[in-house]
């Protein structure tokens, strides 16, 4: 049956449904019409009531049907606002239109920490900064740059992690890498080879960075960690250098005390010890005023590590470290002899998004919609998953999902996957003798916004079948 429907909305819908599967035969018929471009993006959709009326059936199947297609990205909706084709919905055919199985493609719903929303990577804002700058860029900027990276981002940088971080830097001590990960193989080498021979690093953290450490040759020790991080008076015997996420430890979430940001900066000024500081997620503090780098109690010993993975995208690899005078040239010799520089046109756009203040909108844009989900993830949990405890939510893209005693993290990943939902276990990113638990750390970032609340959903579902059984 085909049918031709003019609804009150004034939109006339052209619907092929069957009589006897009604809500699967309006997912496909609107399915169809928004990958046939019958239905632009931005199109908005007949109130359910409405739609069920002028189709002759319930008001629910219209509901359930608008559910499903915003859970799969075709259509969006909000409170108050109705439902609408999606944005992205073209993304979304071309997805499923493309050959191939879907879990080629990875997991249907990605709650693992450390990827944002690259969804909403600001397209137009790069294009016009990137072009912008292309216009008015000297000739010399083409060519074999500084290995530091190129003046005009180093300039921006300084004056951006002083302004927004608190660190005192100024632009030739500034060096740009691929990414805080190139940043940490560029010191570790360095430090290496100047004799250093363990790195302490927190006793969980980021496991590709004790990977780097190890590739370099520096032995890796664990320091304990608590509720007011690392427990930086306990260091291990031999510690030549620190690795430390001071702002938000990485992945238990606490702020590095106040006294042991000071005892570590002493113990660096006393010995001539090197401290990292990995401050990967600083810009995204939502609970407390921001918590300032660490950097500044001792510029001559602290490296301070920044990267706009988060606040941009990971695939842009770009990073930046601010270094005390006597490293700067080391690194950017490293750099250089390895022929590892950085692409000019990238540096490029960067500097300009941060001078025109482009970088500093998106990054409170996403500070915005990261808060959203962080609530609306905790409440989620609170709501649906009874004996679960979230904690180290005061910053960043990620939770620490605490499980109840006798739930095995391997059991829950493993009921997730089954369930198209990818999560990490806390284990992978322990390093030492300490134990705090089971736990999920939980990314919340990564999920296109469409997908958001599916995801929430499925993880809260795995969590109260694990606790129920
Ligand atoms: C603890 C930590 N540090 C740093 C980064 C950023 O790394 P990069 O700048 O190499 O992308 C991440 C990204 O996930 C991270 O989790």
Redesign the pocket.
């Known amino acids: 049956m085909k049918e031709t429907r003019s609804t009150s909305a004034g939109l006339d819908l052209h619907l092929e449904l069957s009589p006897t599967r009604p809500r699967s035969g309006l997912e496909a018929a609107l399915r169809d019409a928004v990958r046939g471009g019958r239905l632009a993006a931005g199109t908005a959709l007949p109130a359910s009531r409405v739609l069920a009326r002028d189709l002759g059936v319930s008001r629910n199947t219209v509901a359930e049907a608008y559910g499903q297609l915003v859970a799969e990205g075709w259509l969006a909706a909000r409170h108050g606002s109705g439902t609408w084709v999606a944005e992205r919905a073209g993304q979304v055919a071309a997805a499923a239109a493309a050959p191939g199985p879907a879990t080629a493609r990875g997991p249907r719903y990605d709650l693992r ?3 944002p929303d690259v969804a909403a990577f600001p397209r137009g804002a790069w294009l016009a900064a990137a072009r912008r700058a292309l216009a008015v860029a000297p000739a010399d900027e083409f060519s074999y740059a500084d290995p530091r990276g190129l003046e005009v981002l180093r300039v921006a940088l300084a004056e951006y992690v002083g302004r927004a971080r608190g660190v005192a830097t100024t632009p030739d001590r500034i060096v740009v890498c691929a ?4 940043g940490l193989e560029l010191l570790c080498e360095v430090l290496r080879a100047a004799g250093t021979r363990t790195l302490a690093v927190e006793a969980y ?2 496991p590709g ?1 004790r990977g780097i450490a190890s590739w370099t040759g520096m032995r890796v020790a664990a320091i304990p960690l608590d509720e007011r991080g690392a427990d930086v008076a306990a260091l291990p015997a031999g510690t030549g250098a620190v690795l430390l ?1 001071p702002a938000h430890q ?1 992945p238990l979430g606490a702020a590095l005390a106040p006294e042991r940001r000071r005892e570590v900066a002493g113990w660096a000024t006393r010995t001539g010890g090197v401290v990292i500081e ?1 401050d ?1 997620d600083g810009e995204f503090r939502y609970d407390r005023q921001a918590v300032g780098a660490l950097q500044p109690l001792a510029p001559e010993h602290i490296v301070y590590g920044g ?1 706009a ?2 606040s941009l995208a ?1 695939g842009l ?1 770009l ?1 930046w470290l601010a270094l005390p005078e006597r490293l700067a040239g080391e690194v950017a010799d490293a750099k250089r002899i390895t022929g590892r520089l950085n692409g000019s046109l990238d540096q490029l756009a960067l500097a300009e998004m941060i001078r025109s203040g482009d970088y500093d909108r998106q990054v409170r844009r996403s500070r915005v919609a990261y808060r959203r989900r962080r609530d609306r993830l905790v409440g989620a949990l609170a709501r649906n998953a009874p004996g679960v405890r979230v904690t180290g939510i005061a910053a960043g893209l990620h939770a620490l999902v605490r499980l109840p005693a006798g739930l095995a993290e391997e059991g829950i990943v493993a009921s997730a996957a089954a369930r198209g939902l990818a999560v990490q276990g806390l284990a992978g990113s322990r390093v030492g003798e300490q134990d705090v638990g089971p736990a999920l750390v939980v990314g919340y970032a990564t999920p296109p916004a469409h997908a958001f609340s599916a995801a929430v959903a499925r993880l809260c579902a795995v969590l109260r079948e694990a606790v129920r059984a």
């Open positions: 920490p450390g990827v990414g805080f990960a190139q953290g980021h960075h996420t990485y990995d990967y990267t993975s988060k990971p690899r990073g």
